[in-house]
Each structure stands twice: as C-alpha cells, then as structure tokens.
C-alpha cells in the first residue's frame, strides 16, 4: 500500500494536534495550580456552563433570559442556604435526611401563627419568624442529641425525622393551607417588590468589589509576613478580574429584569442576600473559628481529633442545630415566595440539598468540603430543574433527573477520591 505526500501531512497534523492538546492541558492544569483553584471545582464550572449552554438551546433561547436567570437565582437561594449546613454534616461523616420535612414543618409554624384569624393566630411576622427559627434549632438539637450521645447512626435519626416531622408538618395546621402572610414578610421571598431595585444593587456591587481587592491585598500581605510564599502577581490579578466580572454580571443581569409594565429595574431579589449572607457567616465559621477546624478535624479522624481533646460529641450536636437553623431559614424564605404554608413544603428537598453538597465537593468519606462549591452545586441542581420546566416535563421526570444525578455525583466522588489516593 502506497503512502503519499497527503497521508504523511495528515499524519503529521494529528500528531500536531495531539501534541498541541496535550500541551494545552498541561498548561491548563499548571495555570489552574497557579490560582490556586481546584481541580474539580473548575470541572464543576465547566459542566454547569455546559449544561447553560444545552438548556439555552433545548428551550429555544429562553433559559438565558434575565427573568429566567432572575428566578433561578431565587429559586437557588434555598437549596443554596441549607447546602451550606448540608457541607459540615457530611464533612463531619454524617448526613441528614430530615432537612426537606424540617423546612415543611418550620414553614408550617411560622404560617400558621402568622395567618389572620381565625385561619391562624394572626401575629407578628417578625416573632412568627424568630419562633420559626428556634423550632429549626430545636429539631436540630433533638436530632444531634441522638446521635452525639447516644450513638443512634444519622442516617436512621434523620430517616426517622424526615417521616416525623412530615407528619408534623401536616398536623400543625391539619392539613389546611395557611395564608395570606404579612406584606412585609412577603419581601423576603422576593416577588414582586422582594428586591433591592437598580442604585442599591449597584452599590452593593461596589461594596463587593472593594471587599475582593481588601481581601487580596491583605491575604497576600499575610503571607509575606510569616514568610509564606504567595501567589504570582499575575494569578493575583487574574482572579481579581474575574471575581470583579462575577459581580458586576451578575448585578447587570439582575437589573435587566423590570418589574411588570414599567421600565424600574428589580435589582438583587432579597432571597440571594439572605443567601450572601449565610455564606459569608458559613463561610467564617467553617475557615475562621476553632469549631470549623474542629469538624474538619473530625471529619478526617473522629478517633483522633478526640484524642486530641475536641469534644466531638458537643461538636456534632451543634452541626445538627446549625443545620436546623438553615432549616428554618429555608421555610422563611418559601413561605414569603409562595405567600402560604402546605403540608407538602420542601417534599424531596433533602435530595437537592444532599446533591448539591456532594457536586460541590464535599466528600462522602468526610473531611473534604467548600462552602462555595455547594453554592455552586445548588445553582447546578437547581438549573437543572428549571430547565426540565421550561421544556414542559412532569415533576416526575425531574425527580427522574435529581435521582440520576445524585448517583452520578456520588460515583464521581468515589472515583475522584480514588484517584487521589
């Protein structure tokens, strides 16, 4: 068999090609070494940008629209503030299956002592919040006390919670519908008037931005202080870049969306501030305080972190009431979006949140795990369902997808934790 000029050209083109592919991903990968930034996370990235781009083009154009993105980010924001909890459950090897039904129940409460009479109790919306909020904690702290101190598995406390307090959920108000709630309380689920409008998205926007340039500087001034060796300038800048192009598009696409028949941008809804703001406080207490160090700790050795005098049995009850509280906040924010309580709130949400967790990195072994990357597997899950919507599918077939999902992100987790060893 002759081999011509052409065939020699082709081959060499591939070989090329293949040279050059590699040589991109060795770059790719050193660059990513560079900022510093994970390897999975990135592929996390990647994918729900994939995933974007599918939908955007499965629904004809519609997925990328500012009011879609604006209900996503509002949809997100649940799913999104219990993930954040859901990530020291798992990182400290433990789980919770209640989180759904401790959502129904909290939002029960909260609509029940809230609706006017003679429906409910007709109180204030701010007490029938705060007691809301305790109810979480203290569900939380009941199921932590079993499996703190009395060694009964997690799995089967929260199994056992989930059947409860969905039970409970329905008995609050016997099953009834409770609403209207307050107009006020509203807000906080973020419809019509639920935003912060154009000026002060922006001007948060600037506070952001400022925040991520204070942080750079005195990180990398911290570094050069106790003689740690920092980023290069030039990581520095890029990441700056692209957290300042984060937010300033994220502002924009939120002021993009008007409000009904007029030309007044909604701006931030107030459900993603309350989001912001879990995240930061999540964020401090898993990287700045003695206790996240401590579940960390006991999520890579309980047997020695409590050889090395942590009191692990406190240390995870209080995981539990954490959870419970976020809980809480969840069945805040659903309730204000949906301006009523029913028996059925937060039905499965337990697999969101427990996927959401487990795409964003945390490990199922425990020990390993990001508060950012949670958000990040909430906004993949929630994506996810919102694009199911707008193609006109059932609710089952986006328990279909949830359901195959979660299995593909704990397969990756197995997978990725293997290769690491």
């Given at each position: 068999?002759?081999?011509?000029?052409?065939?020699?050209?082709?081959?060499?083109?591939?070989?090329?090609?293949?040279?050059?592919?590699?040589?991109?991903?060795?770059?790719?990968?050193?660059?990513?070494?560079?900022?510093?930034?994970?390897?999975?996370?990135?592929?996390?990235?990647?994918?729900?940008?994939?995933?974007?781009?599918?939908?955007?083009?499965?629904?004809?154009?519609?997925?990328?629209?500012?009011?879609?993105?604006?209900?996503?980010?509002?949809?997100?924001?649940?799913?999104?503030?219990?993930?954040?909890?859901?990530?020291?459950?798992?990182?400290?090897?433990?789980?919770?299956?209640?989180?759904?039904?401790?959502?129904?129940?909290?939002?029960?409460?909260?609509?029940?002592?809230?609706?006017?009479?003679?429906?409910?109790?007709?109180?204030?919306?701010?007490?029938?919040?705060?007691?809301?909020?305790?109810?979480?904690?203290?569900?939380?702290?009941?199921?932590?006390?079993?499996?703190?101190?009395?060694?009964?598995?997690?799995?089967?406390?929260?199994?056992?919670?989930?059947?409860?307090?969905?039970?409970?959920?329905?008995?609050?108000?016997?099953?009834?519908?409770?609403?209207?709630?307050?107009?006020?309380?509203?807000?906080?689920?973020?419809?019509?008037?639920?935003?912060?409008?154009?000026?002060?998205?922006?001007?948060?926007?600037?506070?952001?931005?400022?925040?991520?340039?204070?942080?750079?500087?005195?990180?990398?001034?911290?570094?050069?202080?106790?003689?740690?060796?920092?980023?290069?300038?030039?990581?520095?800048?890029?990441?700056?870049?692209?957290?300042?192009?984060?937010?300033?598009?994220?502002?924009?696409?939120?002021?993009?969306?008007?409000?009904?028949?007029?030309?007044i941008s909604r701006g931030i809804p107030i459900p993603v501030?309350?989001?912001?703001?879990?995240?930061?406080?999540?964020?401090?207490?898993?990287?700045?305080?003695?206790?996240?160090?401590?579940?960390?700790?006991?999520?890579?050795?309980?047997?020695?972190?409590?050889?090395?005098?942590?009191?692990?049995?406190?240390?995870?009850?209080?995981?539990?009431?954490?959870?419970?509280?976020?809980?809480?906040?969840?069945?805040?924010?659903?309730?204000?979006?949906?301006?009523?309580?029913?028996?059925?709130?937060?039905?499965?949400?337990?697999?969101?949140?427990?996927?959401?967790?487990?795409?964003?990195?945390?490990?199922?072994?425990?020990?390993?795990?990001?508060?950012?990357?949670?958000?990040?597997?909430?906004?993949?899950?929630?994506?996810?369902?919102?694009?199911?919507?707008?193609?006109?599918?059932?609710?089952?077939?986006?328990?279909?997808?949830?359901?195959?999902?979660?299995?593909?992100?704990?397969?990756?987790?197995?997978?990725?934790?293997?290769?690491?060893?």
């Amino acid at each position: 068999m002759d081999i011509n000029a052409s065939d020699y050209l082709a081959i060499g083109y591939g070989i090329v090609k293949l040279f050059a592919s590699f040589l991109a991903i060795v770059c790719f990968n050193r660059l990513l070494g560079a900022l510093g930034v994970d390897m999975r996370m990135a592929a996390m990235v990647c994918a729900m940008l994939v995933i974007w781009f599918i939908l955007d083009y499965l629904t004809g154009g519609i997925f990328f629209k500012a009011r879609n993105l604006y209900n996503l980010a509002v949809q997100s924001s649940t799913v999104g503030v219990m993930a954040t909890g859901m990530v020291l459950v798992i990182v400290a090897r433990h789980i919770d299956l209640s989180v759904g039904s401790v959502l129904g129940f909290t939002g029960m409460v909260i609509a029940t002592l809230q609706a006017p009479s003679p429906l409910g109790f007709g109180m204030d919306w701010q007490y029938t919040m705060l007691i809301g909020l305790a109810v979480g904690g203290l569900v939380g702290l009941w199921q932590g006390w079993w499996v703190a101190y009395r060694g009964v598995p997690a799995f089967v406390v929260t199994l056992a919670g989930l059947m409860m307090f969905r039970g409970a959920a329905y008995i609050t108000a016997d099953g009834r519908t409770m609403a209207p709630m307050n107009e006020t309380y509203q807000l906080l689920g973020g419809g019509i008037d639920g935003s912060i409008g154009a000026k002060w998205s922006w001007i948060l926007g600037i506070v952001a931005v400022a925040m991520v340039l204070w942080t750079t500087v005195l990180g990398r001034m911290r570094k050069l202080r106790y003689g740690f060796k920092p980023k290069p300038v030039w990581a520095e800048i890029i990441l700056f870049v692209l957290s300042v192009s984060l937010i300033i598009g994220f502002v924009l696409v939120m002021n993009s969306y008007y409000k009904p028949r007029t030309e007044i941008s909604r701006g931030i809804p107030i459900p993603v501030l309350i989001l912001i703001g879990v995240v930061v406080i999540m964020t401090l207490i898993a990287k700045v305080t003695k206790f996240g160090r401590y579940v960390f700790a006991i999520g890579g050795n309980p047997e020695a972190a409590e050889l090395g005098g942590i009191n692990v049995k406190f240390v995870t009850m209080f995981i539990f009431v954490i959870m419970g509280l976020l809980a809480g906040v969840g069945g805040v924010i659903t309730t204000a979006r949906l301006n009523s309580g029913l028996n059925s709130l937060g039905m499965l949400q337990e697999l969101n949140v427990i996927a959401a967790a487990v795409i964003g990195g945390t490990s199922l072994a425990g020990g390993i795990g990001t508060i950012t990357g949670a958000i990040l597997g909430a906004v993949i899950m929630q994506s996810l369902e919102n694009g199911i919507v707008l193609m006109g599918y059932s609710s089952s077939m986006r328990q279909v997808v949830i359901g195959a999902v979660l299995i593909f992100a704990v397969w990756f987790d197995v997978v990725y934790n293997k290769q690491k060893k």
